[in-house]
């Protein structure tokens, strides 16, 4: 039973590396991030080798994390102690002991101070507790193992400890002695209200014990996968927890997780290159790119030699003309890697276009933010600031369908789009219509009259203002501030047959996203812009890239720092959470049925694993961004943990199913 809603124990960063003999290393855990309340009963559960028993060992104090740290009540956990004791499944008593002076001696150590007595009274106490008292003097030599355990949980107790740490308790124990302690271990946690933590394999015992199931993923680079909340009431009995409603979805939620980690181990995970640097296995490559201000990273890289730097001789950069001409390239295999709206590696993977699955990897995002919506001048004219000021115009226009312009289905651009419409009440389905254009034909189609508005990235927003045919009424800092825009796509099976020519442009791009965001460089990338074959306009591109932004609707330019934002504040990592926020919006408007294989879908498409191993050959830190819980303009706070929860507590969703999305199997390296 949770007793105060506080973070009594906080896993914050962190990871766990453990040196190799041939000077590697191995990375167990990256990234955990986890927060307890007090009272509360957690379970690790994951395959063999996840770092399950590393974390606990490192709540407890006995393994130090290499970053990162862990903190109980305020103070960081710097070694062991008795306000955390461990129950391991070997026992750990001392064989010429009796049960007696087993908890006895952990009693004397602690209470040393107190009279023998009342250390006296405290041990016969717990063994009371735990029911040993007629073989409270045989040495565990004459026990079963279910009562060695019983002694090893009553030696725990006994020092009154605020946190119970179990690794895999019961896991050599028979079925009856393993329920039966089980049940005993439920009755003690919630008379004492002692905080859990308990290493296990047993989707069973997890479900019975838990408030919650914390389900890490399949190593290296073992991370939370997804955490599970179980609302059975306590206090539990084992009948009435499998004749819950809940219980059998809830399992089959644990099981069906398990079994997606094996998949991903099987066919998704890609080997990261060695961390001694060494020469690409292509060194001409063709990258898709299109003409935007975001595109920035890519000119830098190859007018700074950056490209070069790390081994790329020739890189290629194709201009294409829309985000379906990039997606088909890519599909086809003409270009090795591209420029990608932040939903089309997703889009791919499932197959949203034309329902082949094309398994396409996202190792880094390339830029934040960036676009805006614009409106034609006469709904400036109307007094139109917000969605809801939208909504009453259509009101008065019963017979007028606007359209408004998106570039791609899973683009940011439409997706914010839907989401502002929506947060105003309208159906971006029903109420408007929402046609696909390239970004270079926004403007002409808003000048003549085709559209009514459109949202893209920059330069096309400021080109519309600069030709006073509209105005800007949101910019996506009002909508989400901090979103991913344009990421790296590559081919899974690509990056299988070329890990290192992959790292080496993922090490190039990151080194030319550091440069674009420095603001002294600013008005120079502008001319390489200008310079290059993107055809852009000096001019326009520098509004809220190196000048002010002019939103057109009458007030004063202003400097907007974050509005191209390319590597501060870790924007470099593909984070999942963000690529399943994707995922849900996706369903939420029809695109797909909501896949029950999301955590397969993420894990092998947005990578932050080999986004890592590029930051550590550039002898960078490899922190990761947290992009697993945000909320948009509405103030909805969107959390990995729930996604379906999620899509339906909004006003306006497609009726959407569950369904297991099929996806190609990558050819292995």
Partial sequence: MVINAVDFIKVDHVDKIFPLPNGDRYIALKGIE??????????LIGHSGCGKSTLLNMISGLDQ??????????????????????????????????????IAL???????????AERQSIVDEHIELVGLKRAANRRPGELS??????????????????????????????????????????EIVQEKHITCVMVTHDVDEALLLSDRVVMLTTGPEAHIGQILEVPIP???????????PDYYHLRHDIVYFLNQQKRVKKVGQISHTPTVTSQPEKTTIDVGILPLNDTAPFIVAQELGLFKKHGLEQVNLIKHDSWQAIAEGIMAGELDAAQMVAGMPIALTVGLQNKVSVPIVSSMVLSRNGNAITLSQEFLNAGIKTPQDLKKYLATQPDRILTFGVVYPASMENLLLRYWLASGGIDPDQDVTLTTLSPSEMVENLQSGAIDGFCVGDPWNSQAVYEGLGYVVATDLDIWAGHPEKVLGVREDWVA?????????????????????????????????AQSNLQLDPQVAAAGFSATFNYGDGRPPEKLLRFHQFHNDQSNCPARGEGLWLLTQLARWGYIPFPKNWVEITERVRRPDLYGEACRQLQWPDMQGEHQSFKLMDGMV???????????????HREFRTSEISLTESISS
């Fill in 34 to 43: 986890l927060k307890i309340q007090q009272g509360e009963f957690i379970s």
């Fill in 65 to 102: 994390p290499t970053f990162g740290g862990v903190v109980m009540e305020g103070r960081e956990i710097q070694g062991p102690g008795p306000d955390r004791m461990v129950v391991f499944q070997n026992y750990s008593l001392l064989p010429w002991l009796t049960v007696r002076q087993n």
């Fill in 106 to 116: 952990a009693v004397n150590r602690v209470f040393k101070n107190r009279p023998k």
């Fill in 145 to 186: 193992g279910g009562m060695k355990q019983r002694v090893a949980i009553a030696r725990a107790l006994a020092i009154r400890p605020k946190v119970l740490l179990l690794d895999e308790p019961f896991g050599a124990l028979d079925a009856l002695t393993r329920g039966n302690l089980q049940e005993k271990l439920m």
């Fill in 234 to 244: 306590r206090p539990r009995q084992r009948l009435e927890v499998v004749n819950h």
């Fill in 497 to 529: 047959a070329n890990p290192k020519t992959h790292i080496a442009l993922v090490k190039a791009l990151l080194e030319a996203c550091a440069y674009c965001d420095d603001q002294r460089h600013r008005a120079e990338i502008i001319e390489m812009l």
């Fill in 638 to 652: 969107f959390t990995a943990d729930d996604p379906v929860g999620y899509i339906k507590r909004f006003n306006i």
